[in-house]
C-alpha cells in the first residue's frame, strides 16, 4: 500500500520501484489523466522541485509521475551507475514495468534531470512523444563544452573532485545548499526555509552528498555517451521545448544547444526567474508548458 498526501487539494500516492537488489526509485504519482507528464528533478533538489507544478497539472487534466532519480531523496544509493543513460533505464523500467503505463509519456528534465530525460528520449524512442528540457547545458554538445568553463558553473570541477567535497560539506549542508541555491537565483523568496528543510533533510542523509556529486563525475561517460547515440540514431524527431531562465548561465544557449540534437526546437526564456524555474515563476513556466503540449 504507498503511502498517500495531499498537496494543495491535490492527492499524491508515494511509493518506491524495485529497480533491482541495490536499487529501488521512490516516486509521486498524481492524477489519473490520458497523458503522463514525466518529471525529472536536478541537483541539489528531489521531486518536492516541482510541489507548484504537480497540483496544476493534474488540474489541466495530466498524470504526474516525479520520481527521485538514482542516490536522491528517499530512493537508494548505490555506488555506481550514475551516468545518464542507466539513470535513465531506471526511469524507464519505473515507467513501462513497475507502472505499467502504455504508450508515449512526455518526459521533462531540469538540470541534471534535463540530462537524464534526454538520454531516455534518445534511448526510448517509441517511448516519448515530447522532451521538455529546463535550464542546464548538455553532455557532448558544443555548448556544454563552451559553459564548462564559466566560473558561473565552478561546481561542475569541485564536485568532479574525488572525495574532498564531501568532507568539505559534511556537517554544512545546510550552508553549501543554501549557498547553492543562492548562487543562481533571481526570485529569492522562491525557496523558503521549509523548502530548504526538505532538501537538506534529503542530502544529509548518508550517503547522499556523495551520490548527489556522482552524477557529476559521470559527465565524461555522458559526453561519450550522448555522442555515440547522436551518430547511431541521428537526431529527435519529437517536439522539444527548451526553457531558459531570464538570467540565468545557460537560458541564451538553450535553443542553439538542442538544435544540435534535435529537429523540432522550440525556444523560451521565463521572466523574473534564473535557474530555479518551476519554483522561481511557476505561473509563466506552466502557461509555456502547457501552451506547447497544447
Known amino acids: 500500500m504507498s503511502k498517500k498526501e495531499v498537496l494543495n487539494n491535490t492527492e499524491l500516492k508515494h511509493g518506491m520501484a524495485p529497480i533491482h537488489n541495490n536499487l529501488r526509485i521512490h516516486y509521486v504519482d498524481?492524477?489519473?489523466?490520458?497523458?503522463?507528464?514525466?518529471?525529472l528533478h536536478g541537483f541539489p533538489q528531489t521531486w518536492w522541485e516541482w510541489r507548484l507544478i504537480i497540483p496544476r497539472l493534474v488540474n489541466a487534466g495530466f498524470r504526474v509521475i516525479a520520481p527521485d532519480y538514482r542516490g536522491a531523496g528517499d530512493s537508494w544509493r548505490p555506488p555506481a551507475g550514475y551516468d545518464k543513460r542507466t539513470m535513465a533505464g531506471d526511469i524507464h523500467q519505473l515507467i513501462k514495468e513497475h507502472l505499467q503505463i502504455k504508450g508515449p509519456v512526455i518526459m521533462a528534465g531540469h538540470d541534471i534531470?534535463?540530462?537524464?530525460?534526454?538520454?531516455?528520449?534518445?534511448?526510448?524512442?517509441?517511448?516519448?512523444?515530447?522532451?521538455i528540457v529546463i535550464d542546464a547545458p548538455l553532455p557532448g554538445t558544443l555548448a556544454f563544452d563552451k559553459i564548462r568553463s564559466d566560473h558561473r558553473v565552478w561546481h561542475?570541477?569541485?564536485h568532479n573532485v574525488p572525495d574532498l567535497p564531501e568532507f568539505l560539506i559534511a556537517?554544512?549542508?545546510?550552508?553549501?545548499l543554501q549557498a547553492f541555491f543562492n548562487y543562481r537565483i533571481f526570485n529569492t523568496g522562491a525557496i523558503d526555509s521549509e523548502d530548504l528543510d526538505v532538501f537538506v533533510s534529503a542530502y544529509s542523509a548518508p550517503g547522499a552528498i556523495r551520490a548527489g556529486l556522482e552524477v557529476y563525475r559521470a559527465f565524461d561517460q555522458d559526453i561519450k555517451d550522448n555522442r555515440a547515440q547522436l551518430q547511431k540514431n541521428g537526431k529527435l524527431a519529437i517536439p522539444v521545448l527548451a526553457i531558459g531562465g531570464q538570467?540565468?548561465?545557460?537560458?541564451?544557449?538553450?535553443?542553439?544547444?538542442?538544435?544540435?540534437?534535435?529537429?523540432?526546437?522550440?525556444?523560451?526564456?521565463?521572466?523574473?526567474?534564473?535557474?530555479?524555474?518551476?519554483?522561481?515563476?511557476?505561473?509563466?513556466?506552466l502557461s509555456e508548458v502547457l501552451r506547447f503540449l497544447q
Open 171 to 176: 556537517g554544512r549542508e545546510r550552508e553549501y
Open 156 to 158: 561542475f570541477s569541485f
Open 113 to 131: 534531470g534535463l540530462m537524464v530525460a534526454y538520454a531516455y528520449a534518445q534511448e526510448y524512442r517509441e517511448d516519448v512523444s515530447h522532451l
Open 247 to 285: 538570467i540565468s548561465t545557460s537560458g541564451s544557449i538553450m535553443k542553439e544547444m538542442m538544435e544540435e540534437v534535435a529537429d523540432q526546437v522550440t525556444s523560451v526564456r521565463i521572466p523574473g526567474t534564473a535557474h530555479w524555474i518551476a519554483e522561481e515563476n511557476p505561473e509563466v513556466f
Open 30 to 39: 498524481a492524477g489519473s489523466g490520458d497523458k503522463t507528464i514525466v518529471l
